[in-house]
């Protein structure tokens, strides 16, 4: 094993687990922001419900680039929709499932959240920057 590296925690199966997938930031994605989505990613793996909560701050992030207020995620998405976003957004919306509470407090802790809901947020914000352009 190479000097500093760690075993991986043995699945159900008893086999050892591999290392998570690396993440990278979608492309276009603000600088500023790459440091949020790449914590996000890196703590996916031990804390889904923390990366939860980062991906959702990000997401606010993103919707504030584009002059909204970013108060209500699920509204002001449906709102980007409206303007000409792609309505794919909005079904990608759905397969999230957002409480009211994510919506409207993105940056709380639900620790309800596992590794697919963080998997569905990562996959999301790169939905997002791939079709919402940022705003000039």
Avoid: W
Wanted: some cysteine; glycine content about 8%.
């Amino acid at each position: 094993m190479p000097d500093g590296a760690r075993p991986g925690r043995a699945d159900q199966s008893g086999e050892p687990s591999r290392p998570a997938e690396q993440h990278s930031a979608p492309p276009g994605l603000d600088r500023k922001l790459v440091p949020l989505y790449d914590e996000a990613a890196a703590v996916a793996d031990v804390s889904p419900a923390s990366a939860c909560a980062l991906a959702r701050l990000l997401l606010r992030s993103l919707i504030q680039s584009q002059g909204l207020r970013g108060r209500h995620l699920v509204r002001d998405i449906s709102e980007l929709v409206s303007a000409g976003a792609p309505v794919g957004l909005l079904r990608a919306l759905d397969v999230m499932k957002l409480s009211e509470t994510e919506a409207r407090r993105p940056g709380e802790i639900n620790l309800a959240n596992g590794h697919g809901d963080a998997q569905n947020l990562m996959m999301f914000i790169h939905l997002f920057t791939e079709h919402v352009s940022p705003r000039q």
